[in-house]
């Protein structure tokens, strides 16, 4: 297929999710031309607009990467689903909405891996430049700017609150603001929502930036490779419409495609681990065994419970039930269609003598039958009222891998998460399994669960709970560090600067840079990352 001569701008950057919203944005505010190149198509979408409306879009191939991971021995062979967003916005798009940014001691960690500019007090800066967070602007907090996060205070269901109420008897700390002083303790999650309605990045930052003659966004657009004059990247290949178009990038190219796809693109051009390249007869840009390597993710686990009270489950499953809601919805934007499905949780510690908690409760106030071992996961609420309870350790030991299968960028990537391999992740999951059921013992909550639906049979030793998690432990849609940011060039992909080591005019600015995940959801954190990376662009070619 020949190549056709196509666009050109200062900075081309492959993806326009999460992250690449973000740059766009704060690069075209600098009046730096910049050329946005995404896979899939629009966000501007009734289900993706609806924030309960991402359970139509869990399996949707038209918005949806649907990975399906390699079968992994340590969970009894299964292998599992990862949705990831395959439009403008990208995951931010079509994720349950949580915005978390992790703890202090996280960030403070990646500075002392050697990545300055890292710690916490030099990334908070950034959280709150983005924000318009209905809490108001604080040491915390920012408002006005233009990502919405908003409180469901009054709005969360009953249930929700009887968990709160049950940690609390336990003894742990009620947290009105898992984004303040501190993290630990139960309480309600804040979201990416205005009135009813999902704030994307590409509703926060991307729409408003279309209008200025500085960006141009080419949707529909699946990069191949990037172009390299010796070891410099200058442009682009990609396909559209069954043609193949050559984008040239006169400062930089960006890579934002996500902690999936932005190793898998680097492999495709060159820069991967040596013997994969040449295995697949793919010239060798920079050999570096890094890219693809230490892919994390948050594994979850928990338990359905039927409960004497009414739950989410009956609003959202009979029809009569979902033309109300949807009523609600389109007449005066109130209902459960209007929040996520995770209205609340908590962050605690799987053991006593832990200096912060190590582990990340949801909390569901409705269930819903899962198929483990199989590709896909049925959505569709049970017959019974019922309660989910989840947990997810936060920091896992266990490290995965992703690498290409071919030099087809429609072909799949070999996708390895590796979950509980290590036997510390196995005793903390096992240690958090055992909490949830503590915490379903305790009065509020023991006062309305009639029986635990999900997983059926006993319970009662550290050996089952560890065979329920490897049958149905699964991801937390959290993937990241599979481009680890670094100071080495043997054992990372980028330095502190976003700039992929070995290479000139490449960096790769998402949540695949992270060097280690942080402890909660990742959307927030890279919107962050996003925000840095454009100053770094910015003070690198300061006009």
Same mark, same amino acid.
């Given at each position: 297929m #020949?190549?056709?001569?196509?666009?050109?701008?200062?900075?081309? %950057?492959?993806?326009?999710?999460?992250?690449g919203? !973000?740059?766009?944005a704060r690069?075209?505010?600098?009046?730096?031309?910049?050329?946005v190149l995404e896979?899939g198509?629009t966000?501007? $979408?009734?289900?993706?607009?609806?924030?309960?409306g991402y359970?139509?879009?869990f399996?949707?191939?038209?918005?949806?990467w649907? /990975?399906t991971t390699?079968?992994?021995a340590r969970l009894?062979?299964r292998?599992?689903y990862?949705?990831?967003?395959k439009?403008?916005?990208?995951s931010?798009? %079509?994720n349950?909405? +949580? /915005?978390i940014?992790? #703890?202090?001691?996280?960030?403070?960690?990646w500075a002392?891996?050697?990545?300055?500019?890292w710690?916490?007090?030099?990334?908070?800066?950034y959280?709150?430049?983005?924000?318009d967070n209905?809490?108001?602007?604080?040491?915390?907090?920012g408002?006005?700017?233009?990502l919405?996060v908003?409180? %469901?205070?009054g709005?969360?269901?009953?249930?929700v609150?009887r968990?709160i109420d049950?940690?609390?008897l336990?003894g742990?700390?009620?947290?009105?603001?898992?984004n303040?002083?501190?993290?630990?303790g139960?309480g309600?999650?804040q979201?990416?929502?205005?009135n009813? $309605?999902?704030v994307s990045?590409?509703?926060?930052?991307?729409d408003?930036?279309r209008?200025?003659?500085?960006?141009?966004v080419v949707?529909?657009? !699946?990069?191949?490779r990037i172009?390299f004059e010796?070891?410099?990247?200058?442009?682009?290949e990609?396909?559209q419409?069954?043609?193949?178009w050559l984008?040239?990038?006169?400062?930089? +190219?960006v890579?934002?495609?996500?902690a999936?796809?932005s190793?898998?693109?680097l492999?495709?051009?060159?820069?991967?681990?040596?013997a994969?390249l040449?295995r697949?007869?793919?010239p060798?840009?920079?050999?570096?065994?890094? +890219?693809?390597?230490?892919?994390q993710?948050?594994?979850?686990?928990?338990f359905a419970?039927r409960t004497?009270?009414?739950?989410?489950?009956e609003?959202?499953?009979?029809?009569?039930g979902?033309?109300?809601?949807g009523?609600q919805?389109?007449?005066?934007?109130?209902?459960?269609l209007?929040?996520?499905?995770?209205q609340g949780?908590?962050?605690?510690?799987?053991?006593?003598?832990l200096?912060?908690?190590?582990?990340q409760? /949801?909390i569901l106030?409705?269930?819903?039958?899962?198929?483990?071992?199989?590709e896909?996961?049925q959505?569709r609420?049970d017959?019974f009222s019922?309660?989910?309870?989840?947990?997810?350790p936060?920091?896992?030991?266990?490290?995965? #891998?992703?690498?290409i299968?071919?030099t087809?960028?429609?072909v799949?990537?070999?996708?390895?998460?590796?979950y509980l391999?290590t036997?510390?992740?196995?005793? !903390?999951?096992v240690?958090?399994?055992?909490? +949830?059921?503590q915490?379903?013992?305790? $009065?509020?909550l023991?006062q309305?669960i009639?029986?635990?639906?999900?997983?059926?049979g006993?319970?009662?030793?550290?050996?089952?709970?560890?065979?329920?998690?490897?049958?149905?432990?699964?991801?937390? /849609?959290?993937?990241?560090?599979t481009?680890?940011?670094?100071?080495?060039?043997?054992?990372s992909?980028?330095?502190?600067?976003?700039?992929?080591?070995?290479v000139q005019?490449?960096?790769? %600015?998402?949540?695949s840079?992270?060097p280690?995940?942080?402890?909660?959801?990742?959307c927030a954190?890279?919107?962050?990352?996003?925000?840095k990376?454009?100053?770094l662009?910015r003070a690198?070619?300061?006009?």
């Open positions: #020949q190549t056709t001569p196509g666009p050109s701008a200062e900075f081309v %950057i492959v993806g326009g999710g999460t992250a919203c !973000v740059l766009a690069l075209s505010e600098a009046g730096y031309c910049v050329l896979a198509g966000h501007d $979408r009734f289900f993706v607009n609806m924030p309960l359970g139509k879009l399996h949707d191939d038209s918005l949806n649907s /990975y390699a079968p992994d009894d062979g292998t599992d990862w949705p990831r967003g439009l403008l916005g990208g931010s798009a %079509i349950a909405m +949580v /915005y940014r992790g #703890q202090r001691e996280d960030y403070d960690e002392r891996l050697g990545n300055d500019g710690s916490w007090d030099d990334v908070l800066p959280f709150r430049r983005s924000e209905d809490l108001g602007a604080s040491q915390w907090h408002a006005g700017g233009p919405k908003s409180s %469901i205070r709005r969360h269901h009953p249930l609150q968990v049950a940690g609390k336990l742990h700390p009620e947290n009105t603001d898992f303040g002083a501190r993290q630990e139960f309600l999650y979201f990416t929502l205005r009813g $309605r999902r990045n590409a509703h926060a930052f991307l408003g930036a209008r200025s003659p500085n960006v141009q949707t529909g657009a !699946v990069v191949a172009i010796g070891t410099r990247a200058v442009g682009v990609y396909l419409n069954g043609r193949r984008a040239t990038a006169t400062r930089e +190219v890579v934002a495609a996500g999936i796809a190793p898998t693109l492999q495709r051009s060159g820069i991967g681990p040596g994969l040449q697949l007869g793919i060798v840009v920079r050999a570096n065994d890094a +890219v693809g390597a230490n892919l993710d948050h594994a979850q686990a928990g419970f004497q009270v009414p739950s989410l489950n609003r959202l499953r009979s029809p009569f979902q033309v109300f809601a009523m919805y389109l007449i005066s934007r109130t209902g459960p209007t929040l996520s499905i995770n949780g908590a962050f605690f510690r799987s053991r006593p003598g200096d912060r908690p190590d582990c409760l /949801y106030p409705m269930s819903f039958a899962t198929n483990p071992g199989k896909k996961t959505l609420p017959a019922g309660l989910t309870m989840t947990v997810s936060c920091r896992p030991q266990s490290r995965g #891998q992703v690498d299968a071919s087809d960028p429609d799949a990537p070999l996708i390895q998460p590796n391999s036997p510390e992740d196995m005793r !903390v999951m240690d958090s399994l055992k909490f +949830v059921l915490l379903a013992a305790a $009065r509020p023991a309305v009639h029986s635990r639906a999900r997983p059926a006993p319970l009662d030793c550290d050996e089952a709970l560890a065979a329920h998690a490897r049958a149905n432990c699964k991801t937390t /849609y959290h993937p990241s560090c481009c680890a940011m670094g100071p080495d060039p043997q054992s992909v980028v330095d502190p600067t976003l700039r992929v080591h070995g005019g490449l960096r790769v %600015i998402d949540a840079v992270m280690n995940v942080i402890s909660g959801n990742t954190p890279t919107t962050m990352i996003a925000e990376g454009a100053d662009l690198a070619h300061a006009r």
